[in-house]
Structures are given as structure tokens and as C-alpha cells.
């Protein structure tokens, strides 16, 4: 049986068919696709169910990327350019702490390694452009930004990708602090794109997106660690 996968996912309002701006619990293909072709079996976890007991069945979590986390979970008062989604963060900190308890393995993408971070007591950036001077990072809405990243040596991100790489971006926050986690990734601009906890079974990171970029290794690294 492949390892079972669990996906953190979006509510947002949908059209398909007939239905026009109906609620769903929703996901991009892109993250089912790269967990499949990594050789896992993809589920989706709704946003605002906080019975961790789903994690029994699972042999892996795969936190999703989507809106900015609350930045109540890491002490601060929302930026004006901060939107949030509350039962997402109810939902995943719950399943993320739960599984932080078991040693299940986690591949934390965007949002996710941003999440990561808050709980491990980091903190974010909250609007990038306020910090960096630049929107590199997310370039137009829609438009993914594309650039250098660089890797610490030995890290389990150096491992799959190398000490350099080019990764594409989309996103307007950042991690400032990562808390009690590692950080072993960095883009040019000295932004922290990678973060790790080397105590845990497997626990990543990452700020870009691979799911869009058709890179598998970070979903296969998750599906190997879950498999074991």
C-alpha cells in the first residue's frame, strides 16, 4: 500500500458545473499530483476540523501553501496587507502539534513552513515589500517570481537540491525568526527560505513552491520518510 499522505486544504468559494461561488474544500492539483508521482496516496484534510485522530491513519502531513497565518500565533497585531483564514489556523496548528507529538513526518510548503515557524516560537515578516524593499517575491497577482537560492551544507534541503539552486516564489510574507527550528535555506536577498528541525524523523520547510515547478524531490523525500 503507498504511504498515505494527508493535505491540509482551502475553503474558498468555487464555481464548477452549475454551481457558481459555492463553498469548497479545495485544493490545487498540483500538490495531488506531486504527491502521487512521488508515490503516495493523497487526502485531503478540511480546514476547520480539529479532531486530530485523522493522523492515525496517516503516514505523512503535507501542509499546504494558501492566505496568511494569523499572527496571533506568533504574538503580533495583523498588518493592514495581512488576510488570514482562522479555521485554517485552528485546524492545521491542532493537527501540526499532534503530529509534532507522534514523529509522523511533515513537509510544510509557503504557508506552511511560515506555520512551521509560529509554532516552533518564530515569528514572521508580515508584507515583505515593507522589509526588503523589492516584490521579488511575488512579482503581479498570479505570477509566480523566480530566484537563487542557497543551501547550509549538510542540511536535509542540500541533500535533495544541492548547495544552489533556482526556486520559483510567490508569497508576500517571510519567516524572521524560526524559532527553535534550523534555518538552512536563503534566498539572494538573504530571506529565509528553508527551515528544518534535524532532531525530528522528518520535518521541512519550504517557502517556494516545487508542487508548481513539477519538482518532485521534496513530496518524494515526504513519501520516503513516511514509507519508512
Known amino acids: 500500500m503507498r504511504p ?5 486544504s482551502y475553503r474558498e468559494p468555487a464555481s464548477w458545473g452549475i454551481w457558481r461561488d459555492t463553498a469548497a474544500d479545495l485544493i490545487p492539483h498540483s500538490y495531488v499530483r506531486a504527491v502521487t508521482e512521488a508515490g503516495g496516496r493523497a487526502v485531503l484534510l478540511p480546514p476547520d476540523d480539529g479532531d486530530t485522530g485523522v493522523l492515525r491513519a496517516l503516514d505523512g502531513l503535507l501542509l499546504a501553501g494558501g492566505a496568511d497565518i494569523g499572527p496571533g500565533l506568533y504574538g503580533a497585531e495583523p498588518d493592514a496587507a495581512t488576510g ?3 479555521d485554517r489556523d ?3 496548528v491542532a493537527l501540526l502539534t499532534a503530529a509534532l507529538r507522534t514523529g509522523l513526518p511533515i513537509l510544510g510548503v509557503c504557508r506552511g513552513m511560515q506555520l512551521l515557524a509560529a509554532v516552533h516560537g518564530g515569528r514572521l ?3 515583505l515589500p515593507d522589509v526588503l524593499g523589492h516584490e ?3 512579482p503581479a497577482p498570479g505570477v509566480f517570481g523566480a530566484h537563487g537560492l542557497r543551501c547550509a551544507a549538510g542540511s536535509r534541503i542540500a541533500a535533495l537540491l544541492g548547495p544552489e539552486a533556482e526556486v520559483n516564489t510567490y508569497h508576500h510574507q517571510g519567516v524572521a525568526d524560526p524559532g527553535r527550528l534550523t534555518a538552512t535555506g536563503w534566498a539572494d536577498d ?4 528553508a527551515v528544518e528541525d534535524p532532531a525530528h524523523p522528518f520535518l521541512l520547510g519550504v517557502q517556494w513552491h516545487p508542487e508548481e515547478a513539477g519538482d518532485l524531490r521534496p513530496f518524494a ?3 520516503d520518510a513516511a514509507r519508512a
Open 90 to 92: 485552528a485546524g492545521e
Open 221 to 223: 523525500a515526504l513519501v
Open 4 to 8: 498515505i499522505i494527508g493535505i491540509t
Open 190 to 193: 538573504g530571506l529565509i527560505e
Open 125 to 127: 515578516h508580515q508584507h
Open 136 to 138: 521579488k517575491h511575488r
Open 84 to 86: 488570514t483564514r482562522p
